[in-house]
């Protein structure tokens, strides 16, 4: 049980490009769930927290035009990275949250801006 | 300011030994407490949680909590090459309606065969 999945695991994009990445609560229902960055060798770092049906809210330092986040349904939220630069490229990472407050993390997708 | 500090590491232990990684935590009313396993270019696995002060088992796991000293702690009994990875302490803060997890930056641990 709690299997997160995120699409897509990897993706390339020319600068200036909008990429979309989905994240997915294969096996329960969340009405939270946690966009993460992290860069080589460095901790997760939270971007924002998405709840079902109303709008995220983003950490500070995080450009809330810049990364479009979604919670349409309580199994579906989706981070779009609007004119993506190279200083984007890092590891994304979703989590789900759980019945006692656990987060259980997607696979994560790597996105490279060249 | 809600921080959760932990050893970078890394933490080096032959095999077979008992691996001890240690998280402190700044907010004394925090009342969740997780362990993830992050191998390299993979995301966190949850493997532990703990609530209550005392100690938690799952197999070769061991959680421990103090909340009086605000400290958590895993133990890797029998540490295999395979458990080689960088162990985040994560502290659930709540409050105004919202929660999340705050991270430490993670201890590497290094089994040695």
């Known amino acids: 049980g709690a299997v997160v999945s995120q699409h897509p695991s990897w993706v390339i994009c020319k600068s200036g490009t909008s990429v979309k990445i989905e994240c997915r609560s294969l096996?329960?229902?969340?009405?939270?769930m946690f966009w993460y960055r992290q860069f080589p060798k460095q901790s997760l770092m939270l971007m924002a927290t998405?709840?079902?049906?109303?709008?995220?809210?983003?950490e500070q330092g995080v450009e809330k035009d810049k990364f479009l986040i979604n919670h349409a349904s309580l199994t579906l939220s989706t981070l779009t990275v609007t004119s993506a630069h190279p200083e984007d490229s890092s590891f994304y990472i979703c989590?789900?949250?759980?019945?006692?407050?656990?987060?259980?993390f997607g696979p994560g997708t790597r996105l490279t801006v060249t | 300011q809600k921080e959760v500090e932990q050893n970078s590491g890394p933490l080096s232990v032959p095999e077979g030994a008992i691996a001890s990684l240690n998280c402190t935590y700044s907010?004394?009313?925090?009342?969740?407490f997780f362990w993830y396993r992050q191998y390299s270019g993979k995301s966190p696995e949850l493997i532990m949680s703990i609530y209550s002060n005392g100690d938690k088992e799952d197999g070769r796991f061991t959680a421990q909590l103090n909340k009086a000293s605000q400290y958590v702690s895993l133990l890797i009994r029998d540490s295999q090459p395979s458990d080689s990875a960088t162990y985040l302490c994560?502290?659930?803060?709540?409050?105004?309606?919202?929660?999340?997890?705050?991270f430490g930056k993670g201890t590497k641990l290094s089994v040695i065969p």
């Open positions: 989590s789900a949250s759980g019945a006692n407050y656990e987060q259980y």
């Open positions: 994560a502290v659930l803060y709540s409050g105004a309606g919202s929660y999340q997890l705050t």
């Open positions: 907010d004394r009313g925090s009342q969740s």
């Open positions: 096996d329960f229902q969340a009405t939270t």
């Open positions: 998405s709840n079902e049906g109303s709008k995220a809210t983003y």
